[in-house]
């Protein structure tokens, strides 16, 4: 029987990852947190990610959906479930930091 990851597992593989490239990788925590993403990285320059941690199966409940300030800004808000769904978002978060043409995600 495949064990149950859990969410400590995929916040503490997201955070080892992006130490590894270089990168500050915060989560939010305190008692008015309902709503808000689970963590923010920080690549050099300034380029910044929100990431929503879930474990497999589960989903942003309608507040995380609808947070104000990621709907009334335009912040986008990424969901990860996996250690797979880390990968292909920080790579694609790197390729997007590291072009040349301004391009930010």
């Known amino acids: 029987m495949k064990?149950?990851?859990?969410?400590?597992e995929i916040e503490s593989y997201l955070k080892k990852k992006c130490t590894e490239k270089g990168w500050a990788c915060q989560?939010?925590?305190g008692p008015k947190k309902?709503?808000?993403?689970?963590c923010v990285i920080t690549a050099p320059g300034g380029t910044v990610?929100?990431?929503?941690?879930k474990v497999p199966g589960k989903k942003p409940t309608p507040l995380q959906r609808n947070?104000?300030?990621s709907?009334?800004?335009g912040?986008?808000?990424f969901v990860v479930t996996s250690k797979e769904n880390i990968d292909v978002l920080l790579n694609t978060f790197q390729t997007a930091t590291n072009a040349d043409n301004g391009l930010k995600i």
């Open 3 to 8: 064990k149950k990851t859990t969410i400590e």
């Open 27 to 29: 989560k939010f925590s």
């Open 34 to 38: 309902k709503g808000i993403p689970d």
């Open 49 to 53: 990610l929100y990431v929503e941690v």
């Open 67 to 69: 947070d104000s300030l």
């Open 71 to 73: 709907v009334s800004h």
């Open 75 to 77: 912040i986008h808000v």
